[in-house]
C-alpha cells in the first residue's frame, strides 16, 4: 500500500485551512508537517499552534516531521496538539531508544528520519520498534529541491532488512519527489510518499495525486 502525504510546506500560507482542505478533497493520506527550529536545520517553519489548530478541522493522517534539537523534549506536546506520526531525526536526538518508547505510550506512531548523509546501518536496531523510517532524499531545511539518487541505496537496505525479519514498519521518502520520479523510490522500496511542490504546487492536485499512485 502506497501512502501520499503532501507537505504543507509547499502550501500558501495566507489560507492554509483552505489549502489543507484543498489537498484532503484531492485524495491525500496524510498530511506532511515539516516543524523547523533554525538550529537543527536553517530554516524556520511553522509550530504547534499552526498545527492544534489544523487539527479542529482536518481528518487526514498528521505526519509531523520534527527538524529540530533534542526532539524529545517537545514529544508530548506536539502528540496533544494533534501528530499521529512523530518522526524525529536520528542526528538530533540523544536516546532515539527511548524517544521511541515515549512516543508510543503517547499512543502514537514513532518514526526515525536520517538524513543524506546518515548511513541506513544507524536506524537499523531500531526497526523492531519503529512504525516508520523516513529517508530523506534532500538535506532537510527546505522545499522545492532535486532527490538526491544515493539516497536511494539506503532505501533499499532498509527494505531489505524490514521483509527479511518481517518487521512492521513503512518507509518513507521526503524531498524532491513528483508522478515524474516516484517509480525511483517505490522500486526502492518506500511505500509512504512525502511531496510538497509537486501536489501544493500543482494546477490539478487531484490528478496529480492519482498520477503518483498510478506511476507507483
Ligand atoms: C524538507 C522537508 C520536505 C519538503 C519537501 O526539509 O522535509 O518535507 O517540504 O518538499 P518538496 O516535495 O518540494 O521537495
Ligand atoms: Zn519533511
Given amino acids: 500500500m502506497i501512502y501520499i502525504s503532501p507537505s504543507l510546506l509547499a502550501a500558501d500560507f495566507n489560507c492554509l485551512g483552505a489549502e489543507v482542505k484543498r489537498i484532503e478533497e484531492a485524495g491525500a493520506d496524510y498530511l506532511h508537517l515539516d516543524v523547523m527550529d533554525g538550529v537543527f536545520v536553517p530554516n524556520i517553519s511553522f509550530g504547534l499552534p499552526v498545527i492544534e489548530s489544523l487539527r479542529k478541522t482536518c481528518g487526514l493522517v498528521f505526519d509531523v516531521h520534527l527538524m529540530i534539537t533534542k526532539p524529545e523534549r517537545y514529544v508530548e506536546r506536539f502528540a496533544n496538539a494533534g501528530a499521529d506520526i512523530i518522526t524525529f531525526h536520528y542526528e538530533a536526538c540523544d536516546d532515539p531508544a527511548a524517544a521511541i ?116
Avoid: H, W
Wanted: proline share 7%; net charge neutral; aromatic share 4%.
Fill in 101 to 216: 518508547a515515549n512516543i508510543k505510550e503517547l499512543g502514537k506512531k514513532a518514526s526515525i528520519s536520517i538524513s543524506p548523509k546518515t548511513p541506513a546501518e544507524a536506524v537499523l536496531p531500531f526497526l523492531p520498534e519503529l512504525d516508520m523510517v523516513l529517508v530523506m532524499t534532500v538535506e532537510p531545511g527546505f522545499g522545492g529541491q532535486s532527490l538526491i539518487p544515493e539516497t536511494l541505496e539506503k532505501v533499499k537496505i532498509i527494505r531489505k532488512t524490514i521483509d527479511e525479519n518481517g518487521y512492521n514498519c513503512n518507509i518513507q521518502v521526503d524531498g524532491g519527489i513528483s508522478e515524474k520520479n516516484i517509480s525511483l523510490v517505490t522500486e526502492a522500496g518506500a511505500n509512504v510518499i512525502v511531496a510538497g511542490t509537486a501536489v501544493f504546487r500543482s494546477p490539478d492536485p487531484k490528478k496529480t495525486i492519482e498520477d503518483m499512485r498510478k506511476n507507483s
